[in-house]
């Protein structure tokens, strides 16, 4: 089994620093599914949602930037720790932090344009 392409981590946070949420969108499939055990209702499938989301996302922090840590490859899994920051519109600092595990594309589809 060939390792996976960490390439894809790239792709993901030049299309989020884009600030175009259908880029983002572009980054994954039509089947990609979101699964947050923590807040279950807020699990999703679909490119569409991501979009949605990513909208929101630049509405809540216009400067939005981010950044991968670090990242690693256990056969076929990747884990990425990823860090965005930026400024909500009345001033106030805004950070997402966290680590980011899961499969190779998919759901990471591929060329992110």
Not at 105 to 113: G, I, M, V, Y
């Amino acid at each position: 089994m060939a390792s996976p392409d960490l390439g894809v981590l790239d792709k993901l946070r030049d299309a989020i620093n884009s600030h175009e949420p259908a880029r983002v969108a572009a980054c994954f499939t039509e089947d990609f599914r979101s699964e947050l055990p923590h807040h279950p209702g807020r699990s999703f499938t679909g490119a569409q949602r991501v979009v949605a989301n990513w909208t929101a996302i630049y509405a809540s922090a216009p400067n939005l930037t981010a950044r991968v840590l670090r990242s690693a490859v256990n056969d076929a899994e990747v884990w990425s720790e990823w860090e965005m920051v930026g400024t909500s519109p009345d001033g106030a600092p805004v950070v997402f932090a966290g680590p980011a595990p899961g499969p190779p594309p998919p759901p990471l589809a591929s060329p992110c344009f």
